[in-house]
DNA sequence: AATCAATTTCCACATGATGGGAATCGCCGG
DNA sequence: CCGGCGATTCCCATCATGTGGAAATTGATT
């Protein structure tokens, strides 16, 4: 299959732009591109409003690309379907909810939740987390196959922690991760699964670690099971197949 | 300024998708743009993951889209900045709050926090309000120049309403909405202005009418106030101008 | 088996993207 | 006020790259 060019590029940039706002040379420097090519480029998504500029020279995500991420079709997107699940999970667990997908080796964060009461109320939407660091990887990585899991840890540095990992989100149903991903926060994760029994997306409880103590936490890894699993059953539920999102 | 087709193209199947997903000649045909250009373009978006397609051949918006809109400029972006505080007023008023950006005469729904309470947690994150028909658009249009709001209304069907309104959330800082939007729900919005006083952003809190009764909520208008007013100093204490997101 | 719509493959054409070079802008230091 | 320098924009010749018509293929429906 043949793909276009300048398509791709653009999308390179947009990248970049989301990873650190910087201004044209730097941008083109990292998408290994000559100037003038990628002023062109910039230009044209500022010009849709993809892309913002401020009055340095530094460009932004813009709008569009911000209302691209609508809720257009309700009802079969997992994201819309999950979304009234997780307000309700928490309302019963007073700790904000995340729900992360999937891709190229990374966790996208979906849809989040706060809690009221969030001490660090910290947005996370479209944060990518690796599925090798902590909680959510390991909920998914439990239900894949080996040989996906395999794939995965080819080349990762420490294959052995991962292993134990998954093996105990198996053994639990849920994974813990404690400041793995960010200091001083903690997450619980739940594989939410297709009629294969396959995760295809984690749903999670994260608040501040002092928040978690040891033992304490039953009754919220009770309730994040029992709504991933509501979620997937929902999500089975709906006629026709449909994509992951 | 000269700006590239194919990338143009590729924003406006985008946009075509995230309006509604669909398979290829029907969005060739909304794109108006020969089938095998549209299936070329569709192919490179899918092989970026910015569009996904389930085994009916339905293009969805995909995780790449998704992880752009990330907060990788925590600090800098309204977005960002505005979160905690929205989280807080939540905690306050125990109702859901929202934050829009004007856009080409749209109000594009930037950031979203729910209350665990919601009857109906709905999920408005990249949905694009008009400005002309209730209450965010009223609240930021009341601190624009007569010369930007005569510029929307032009054309518009009801002008002498929307001038009402302007008027009403002038005089009252704040501008409620019942049922304009979505049938139940109602809303009171806040500008947040730069230093000129210049509306750049709308807050708002909404949740279902009848949780809204008149006169019983001036505890909330005074909330959503004072809220939007620490936001917009925060915005305008920033070191160095930026962009709103 | 026949029909029809949707999608993919193929390919000749030329348009539209490209990028080098030069001009311009904007800022800073002398 | 004047160079100097990096960043950005303008210009334009070149041709790689994107384009879209036509035909083949797939796949669902009757």
Redesign the pocket.
């Known amino acids: 299959?043949?793909t276009?060019?300048?398509?791709v590029?653009s999308m390179t940039l947009l990248e970049q732009v989301a990873h650190r706002p910087r201004?044209?040379?730097e941008l083109a420097d990292a998408a290994k591109?000559?100037?003038?090519?990628t002023?062109?480029?910039l230009?044209t998504l500022e010009d849709l409003h993809a892309l913002r500029r401020d009055d340095e020279?530094i460009y932004r995500i813009g709008p569009t690309i911000i209302s691209l991420v609508s809720t257009g079709d309700v009802g079969s997107s997992l994201r819309a379907l999950a979304h009234p699940h997780m307000v309700e999970l928490v309302g019963a667990v007073d700790e904000a909810v995340g729900l992360s997908i999937p891709v190229d080796g990374v966790a996208v964060t979906i849809a989040q939740v706060d809690a009221p009461r969030a001490v660090k109320a910290e947005d996370w939407y479209g944060t990518r987390w690796s599925l090798l660091g902590g909680g959510t990887g390991y909920a998914l990585m439990a239900t894949w196959s080996q040989s996906e899991v395999d794939e995965l840890l080819d080349g990762s540095s420490d294959p052995g922690r991962v292993r134990d990992g998954i093996a105990a989100a198996r053994a639990a149903g849920v994974s813990w991760s404690h400041g793995d991903y960010v200091d001083e926060l903690s997450s619980v994760a739940a594989a939410i699964v297709d009629d294969s029994g396959r995760g295809i997306a984690a749903l999670y409880v994260y608040g501040p670690s002092y928040r978690f103590p040891d033992g304490a936490t039953h009754e919220t890894e009770r309730r994040l099971v029992e709504m991933a699993r509501r979620i997937s059953h929902a999500w089975n539920a709906r006629t026709g197949r449909t994509v992951v999102q």
């Open positions: 299959m043949t276009v060019q300048s398509v590029r201004g044209l040379v591109l000559p100037t003038t090519t002023a062109r480029l230009a020279g």
